[in-house]
Structure formats: C-alpha cells, structure tokens
C-alpha cells in the first residue's frame, strides 16, 4: 500500500465510513476506491479519471485534495516512451512537418475564397438593409397624410349641454355630481364596521436537540417547508422525506442552488458530507447549524416540520 492510499484509507475510517459508504457518496466505483488505497493505478481507465477520483476521495473525507494530488504525482510511475515515438528520426519528423505545412498551404486559397464571399454578401446586405430605411420613413409619412382626417368639435364635445325646446340646459348635474360622494361614504362606513382578519401566526424555526452526527430541528407554525441550498463549496448531498421518497442525491458545486419545496410530510433530512460548503435557509431564514462544521464536516440534518415548540 502506498502511502497515499494509507493516508486516505486512514481518513475514511477516522469518519467511520466504508467503501460502500464512499461509493454512495462519490458515484466511484468500489473497486476504484479499493485501488485507489492499494495504489493499483494501473486498473483505472487512465490518469484523467485516477487524478478525478482521488481528489473527489480526498474531498469526501476531508483532506486537502492538492495536498493528495501532489502525493499521487511523487508516487505515479512516468509513462513509458512506445518505440514508435523512441525511434522517430530527426528526418522523419522534418518530413512530417513538411506535409503538414504542404497542406496547410493547400487549403489556405479555399480559405482566403470563402471569405471574400462572405464579405461580398455581407456589405450586400448592409446596402439594401441601408437603402430600405431610408425609404420606409417617406412611405409612413404619406400614408399618414393620406389618413389625416378633421373633425369638427360639436357643443357636446365642448361639456356644453344641449340646449332644450325650453332653453334650459343640463340643469339636473348638480344632483349627478353628488351621487359620487354619497357612494363614498357609504363605502367608508361599510369598511369600519368590517372586523379585521386575525394575523396568521408566523413560522418559527428552532434547535430540538442533538444526537452524534443528526441534529433536529423544529419548524413550527406551518405545515410547509421551503428550503434552499446553496453551494460554498463542492459537497455531496442526499434529501429525503419520511415517507421515503427522495428529492435529489448530487453534488452541490460552489454557487450551485437547489430548492426542496414540501408539505404535508412529518420531517426532511439533509445528508451533507461536507457541512462548511453548504448554507440552508428555511421559509427564507438562515439555518445555524448547532454542531459547526469545524468540529464535524458530515451531518445530518433534520428539520420536523409543523412541530410544536
């Protein structure tokens, strides 16, 4: 075993988690983990993926992932020269190099055509896009002009009134005008002697306890819980429900946010593997975790909803 591995094999077993733990945590094969502790690179589908999966090992556990990498790099076996690439000659390479100019220079004439056609249509298109403007503002204006009409403004349109067979006018809208104020007050009285509706109590969020690794929360005042997740940095993170049902399992990358929208369920669980990089707001507020994430990096965290304090 390398001395990598001892590291890492030694960090997951501090956090008491097996292999089975850690594959559900990463999405990364057991039998990669396994290799990754026994410092078995040689099975892995190639240097990519073994730098992937010890960084994602290291972060999961709680060990600084360059520190790893680093290690990895000073342990890794340089990879073999294949003869092919040894024994290229000088003039060899030189011929090849000629080709590739040879038919860099082929296609450069096709290259220097195609632009000059694109450029041909473009100025083209600017100059009938220009011509067209400058002909729509006349056309507007004598369709305007065309429809242009006068109306002439009768005594009625003026808030002169009809003059009647008796040569009284409009003598009633005194009485009209009034109608209006009357309505008014009748409406302020109607609404001092609505009784006002009762506030609606306001949800509350508080510590319950703490066991280990889970701590409880309770949400009461509400029977729904809108929490949001918001990534500060990469951790893994599970959502589920008392009935079983499960919202997400997934990495939650720096700045990533997801929301859990639920009601009419007894309680949410959050299972966070690396506690510092997530922040959770309830109902909008900010949740405090009880247990910082110094002390211990994977939590569960419960929230009990519709809960009486």
Partial sequence: ????????????????????????????????????????????????????????????????????????????????????????????????SMRRAGKTAEAMPKVILALFIVVAIGIVWFLKANQASNTEPAEEIAETESTV?????????????????????????????????????????????????????????????????????NLAGTDKATVTLTGKGRSWITVTDNTGKQYFSKSLETGQTETIEAQGVQWLRFRIGYVPGVEIAVNGNPLTYAIPGAERVTQNIIIQIGSVQ
């Fill in 149 to 217: 009409q006068v109306q002439q403004v009768g005594p009625e349109e003026n808030g002169e009134g009809a003059p009647t067979e008796d040569g009284e006018a409009d003598k009633e809208e005194p009485a009209e005008k009034e109608e209006p104020a009357e309505k008014e007050a009748e409406k302020e009285t109607e609404k001092a002697e609505q009784p006002e509706e009762p506030e609606a109590p306001k949800a509350t969020l508080a510590v319950d306890r703490s066991e280990g690794e889970n701590t409880f929360y």
């Fill in 1 to 96: 075993m390398s001395e990598l591995g001892a590291r890492l094999k030694q960090a997951r077993q501090e956090k008491g988690y097996s292999l089975e733990d850690l594959q559900e945590i990463t999405k990364i094969q057991k039998r990669y983990l396994a290799a990754i502790e026994e410092g078995k690179f040689g099975i892995m589908p190639g240097t990519f993926y073994v730098r992937a999966f010890i960084k994602q090992y290291a972060e999961a556990v709680g060990l600084d992932a360059d520190e790893m990498l680093a290690m990895y790099k000073a342990e890794a076996p340089e990879p073999p020269l294949t003869s092919e690439a040894s024994g290229m000659t000088a003039p060899a390479m030189r011929r090849t």
